[in-house]
């Protein structure tokens, strides 16, 4: 029996007794729109088809009785607000109704208006839950970019695919260097998500050795291996509902990454020693600072695997690529770590940001950070000048005068701007592209070879090229 209005809230009953359903129907019908089942089963397949709002359930059913629909309907991770109608109102079933979860229990008979008051209430009661579910979701959202500092083309690029992706259901993969920041990426993407409140489950495929991999991932059944005393759910049962965040995906034992496979295509998989499929509701994000073409080539890595993963690709640059975005990180790292050990260290000096902008950083955002840290727990700075070296640029420290003078000159409007960061972020991007064509001009313009000199990535020399407008004719 189905009674429908449209854009309305949504009431399953389910209840053996036609006359009951058909009261409760006429009853309510005028406010929400009104599903109904004749017994636990139907009710139970009618929650995931039909989506209700609230429940109206009979305590007294034949078959599986209404105790029994609820503590089913207690296993589901979404589960409507339930109200519990009973011609037998013993305090056992009272006690154990509110035990499994429901929110109310009414006796027979009942009074339609009076029930339409408890339905108002815990309808309302619902709004206010999830009013708060979302406000808590948006302020972790909030504490997931302020993590994600940066305000470079680069970064500026990577927020805008982040908020465009999140709440899609697309398998994500981020590259990019150790230190460059993808777990926060991981954890910006399920916080933007509509899987928010349920876990972001991580996994190390670099960390766990390969033949625990696979009972960490997918769980095991008792017996199945020596030590195997009980059966253990695995990370992608445990994440159901939510995210999974697979780290050095490109770690993954050959062996394995068929049965993610499995997972990402039917979203199913069998324990370590089981024999049964169990299904899961998982959204994937992976990361990797491998070259998995590469590996692909090597036989390291299956090739459908990664055109699957592939789905939404997100490169994160590492921090000599984005050398504008040192300041506002040292300052976000400074701010941080003297409110967690309760220091008062001051501002950065200008003489030790100029050393900070011009080292390679081959530890990336990860080694800047540990590196401020050092700085306020030490109350000395001076440490820098153990840790970077300003030989990377040895032409710009001694001519920094003749380089203010030229910038100043090519870039007329920073004339009047003390800024800090446009001055020094220019003085970077000139001496920049004063050494990239020097290395290709000393090796004959051979891009590979120059790439290797300067240390960076083939593609990231090919877009300095372009970005600075560098031809073997200039």
């Not at 996994?203 to 195997?228: M, Q, S």
């Amino acid at each position: 029996m189905v009674h429908m209005k449209k854009d309305k809230t949504k009431i399953l009953i389910i209840d053996d007794d036609p006359k009951i359903a058909w009261i409760l129907a006429e009853g309510l019908s005028s406010t929400y729109e009104i599903v109904s089942a004749r017994d636990g089963i139907e009710g139970i397949q009618m929650v995931s088809t039909e989506k209700p709002d609230l429940i109206l359930l009979d305590i007294k059913m034949p078959g599986m009785s209404g105790l029994e629909v609820l503590e089913k309907l207690g296993k589901l991770a979404d589960r409507p607000d339930v109200i519990m109608l009973s011609g037998h109102g013993e305090t056992k079933n009272i006690v154990e109704s509110i035990h499994l979860g429901a929110a109310e229990f009414i006796n027979k008979p009942f009074d339609v208006k009076e029930l339409e008051i408890h339905v108002e209430t815990i309808l309302e009661k619902g709004k206010l839950k999830e009013e708060v579910r979302n406000l808590k979701s948006e302020l972790k959202s909030r504490s997931q970019y302020e993590e994600f500092t940066g305000d470079s083309p680069k970064m500026v690029q990577v927020k805008n695919i982040i908020e465009q992706v999140a709440d899609s259901e697309l398998t994500v993969l981020i590259r990019g260097e150790s230190g460059t920041g993808k777990e926060i990426v991981a954890r910006m993407i399920h916080a933007l998500s509509g899987r928010s409140s349920g876990a972001l489950t991580k996994v190390n495929c670099a960390a766990i050795p390969r033949d625990l991999l696979e009972a960490e991932l997918f769980g095991y059944e008792k017996g199945a291996f020596t030590g195997a005393h009980k059966t253990k759910p695995g990370r992608f049962e445990v994440a159901n509902k939510g995210s999974i965040f697979l780290d050095e995906i490109g770690d993954m034992p050959l062996e394995l990454q068929s049965k993610l496979l499995q997972v990402l295509e039917q979203q199913e998989f069998v324990r370590v020693g089981g024999i049964n499929n169990i299904h899961v509701d998982v959204r994937i994000i992976c990361a990797t600072n491998k070259n998995l073409e590469e590996e692909i080539g090597r036989h390291n890595f299956r090739d459908d695997l990664f055109y699957r993963l592939n789905e939404i690709t997100i490169f994160l640059p590492p921090l000599r690529d984005r050398r504008e975005d040192i300041p506002l990180l040292v300052d976000h790292f400074l701010h941080r770590y003297n409110s967690l050990y309760q220091k008062e260290y001051p501002e950065i000096s200008s003489e030790t940001i100029s050393k900070l902008l011009h080292f390679s950083w081959p530890g990336n955002v990860r080694q800047l950070e540990n590196l401020i840290k050092q700085i306020v727990v030490r109350g000395d700075e001076s440490i820098v000048d153990d840790v970077v070296s300003v030989a990377v640029a040895p032409v710009a420290m001694a001519n920094s005068s003749y380089e203010e003078a030229a910038i100043l000159e090519t870039n007329p409007e920073l004339a009047n701007s003390y800024s800090l960061k446009k001055r020094v972020g220019t003085a970077v991007a000139n001496q920049e592209k004063r050494l990239i064509r020097e290395v290709l001009n000393k090796v004959n313009w051979n891009r590979r070879k120059a790439a290797e000199l300067l240390e960076i990535s083939y593609r990231s020399l090919l877009y300095k090229i372009k970005e600075y407008d560098l031809n073997s004719a200039k």
